[in-house]
């Protein structure tokens, strides 16, 4: 009886810590994290002064990420009305160059990997992307393929964009929330 | 009653302790299959490995970026110190040095690269090294962890060239003499 009792007790106080610890990663991003529009980013990233959720949130959904002054890593998990990305709707991504020497948005699956998938559209970037005559770009993110500045969705499920900026001017990374960023938005749904 | 409450709290520190330590052991466990991994493809410690293209198959590591070509090196800085070079580029480059937590200690991009190539010396903090003329010295908290390199890719007519340049970065043991 005694041996149940430890057993049990053990086997519970482990559970509910694996348990605490896996939900306070998967919102590491949510509490910590600076927001602009439907984008969030860790200004703590790669930093040693990180604290110990910080680092264990980064380890799981950005392991060998750079610090902020070499990359500025922004993810969006939601469109710019604040609804989940999904794969089966439709996104028109409208913006300018974010203010960095080279930039790049990525389509990435919840496990935090690239889709499953072979349409060979697994991002947009400063030097592939088509803009307008004033320099706007317009950037498809979908599950079919579009006629230009595609990301595919296809296999991604529920998923998030991740916009990399590379050495971001200081103005940038000194005030996150203020940079000029693209917005998110949705087209429809099936 | 006492002896449930006994009971509560006895699930409560130990709900606590796992708790802190999963989060406090999960970055270097992460890290340290990491290093694992690289070491067995490249066939060694302090050996340069070139992984494919990345594409919707690539999972040795989280979020990685299609548009950049990796060359990554797993360090042991047990027996001595490693040199790693970065040579300029004509668009974006870096070497960056992660220790076994996860921290990203060191980095630099092509932009800092005086003259054609940039040498940086790596070494623990018990080990006392002269740095070769013109090399930075840095000094990593732990023995073991990963430098990796990153080079744009521009475009999809890019990719030879920045293959070619990720080949060109070094990574090896460093006996001073």
Redesign the interface.
Known sequence: MRVL?ITV??G???A???W??SL??KHQLDLSSVRNGPWRTLLT????D?G??Q??G??????????KQ?TLYYTAFEDNSGNQLQENCTYRILGKDPDA??W?L?A?ADD???????DNA??I?K??VERDDDGHFEIMVSAKPQPKNWISSRAAGEYSL?L?L??PSSRVYEAPAAANLPNILRENCQ | MKRAVRWILSIAVIAGVTHLVAIFILPRALMTLIVFKISSEANGVNQLYLPDRITSNSRKIVRPAPDLAYAICAYDLSDGPVLATLNTSETYSSLSVFANNTDNVFAINDRAVTGDVATVLLSNEDTDVTPPAGAIAVKVPSDRGLILWRRVITSNADWPKADAARREVICVPYHST
Not at chain 1, 45 to 48: F, M
């Open positions: 009792n007790t053990f519970l106080g482990i509910i810590g694996a605490s610890a306070m990663l990233t790669g930093a040693a990180a110990m959720y680092r264990a980064i380890a799981v959904g950005g392991l060998l990420a750079l610090s070499e020497r080279w790049s990525t990435y935090h990997y690239l889709p499953q998938n072979d697994l991002s970037a030097t592939t991740t990399r590379y050495n």
